[in-house]
């Protein structure tokens, strides 16, 4: 089972831009269906986008805004977020899909003025 570690969250204002990584463990990683997810406080956790090989794809809310990527050599997940929203302030988390149950410690988000 693959593990997850998340860093690169922080405070922007809106507008602002953030990189997000998350490191995997793990031989196999390259072979797995991946995706970023988010919690927002008194919220469920929901899935903002995902990669499988080289398809990606894209939660309606963040479509245009945010770009999903990865580097099977380095097992690392990206999540390059652009025109950053208040409500995109969240805890942020990678996993696999359909996640695997087991969430690492996720990287917090906030967006403020």
């Known amino acids: 089972q693959l593990q997850f570690v998340e860093s690169g969250g922080g405070l922007v204002q809106p507008g602002g831009s953030l990189r997000l990584s998350c490191v995997a463990s793990g031989s196999i990683f390259r072979f797995y269906a991946v995706g970023w997810y988010r919690q927002a406080p008194g919220k469920q956790r929901e899935l903002v986008a995902g990669?499988?090989?080289?398809?990606?794809s894209y939660a309606d809310f963040v479509e245009g805004r945010f770009t999903i990527s990865r580097d099977n050599a380095k097992n690392t997940i990206y999540l390059e977020m652009n025109s950053l929203k208040f409500e995109d302030t969240a805890v942020y988390y990678c996993?696999?899909?359909?996640?695997?149950?087991?969430w690492g410690q996720g990287t917090q988000v906030t967006v403020s003025s």
């Open positions: 990669i499988t090989g080289s398809k990606t």
């Open positions: 996993n696999t899909r359909p996640d695997s149950g087991s």
